[in-house]
C-alpha cells in the first residue's frame, strides 16, 4: 500500500468551483458610507454587525478600526486625533514625518500606526483592522 494522495486529492479546483468561491468572499464586502462623507483625518464611528468602528480616510484611502483601544478598552476612534508621525534621527532631533499617519487615542494618548494598527511604541495589543475598499465613491468592508 502506498502513502502518497493520489491524483484526485490534489487537484485543483475547477473553474466553476474558483468562481463560486470568489463569489462568496466577494458577498462579505458591506456598504457601510459614502467617500464624501469622510472628512480627511477626522474619524467617524459607525455601528455595524453590533460592532463600533472608526472610519478615517486619509486623501482618497479609508482605514477601518474597531473602535476599542487595547490599552484600557476605551473607544480610541472617539474624538481621536490623526497626524503624521513625531519621532527622532540617529541625532536624537525630533523629525515629523507627514506620510506616515498615527491615531492618537484620547483617552491615555498612546499612538497607533493608521495604517497597520499597531502601536508606535513597542506594548501588547493593537488595533483591529478591517478590510476595505472604495468603489464609486461608496466605503465598504470585510466584516
Known sequence: ????????????PTPAAASAEAAAVEKNWTEVARLD???????KIILVAGKSIGLIRDKNQVHALLNYCPHAGAPVCTKARVS?????DSDGNLTYNEETKV???PWHHW???LATGLPVVK???RLKRFDVRVREGVVELVM
Not at 503624521?84 to 527622532?88: A, E, K, L, S
Request: charged fraction near 10%.
Open 84 to 88: 503624521g508621525f513625531v519621532g527622532t
Open 123 to 125: 506594548t501588547r495589543g
Open 37 to 43: 462623507s469622510l472628512q480627511p483625518g477626522v474619524p
Open 1 to 12: 500500500m502506498s502513502n502518497t494522495a493520489s491524483p484526485s486529492a490534489t487537484a485543483t
Open 103 to 105: 491615531l492618537r487615542c
Open 111 to 113: 499612538e497607533f500606526y
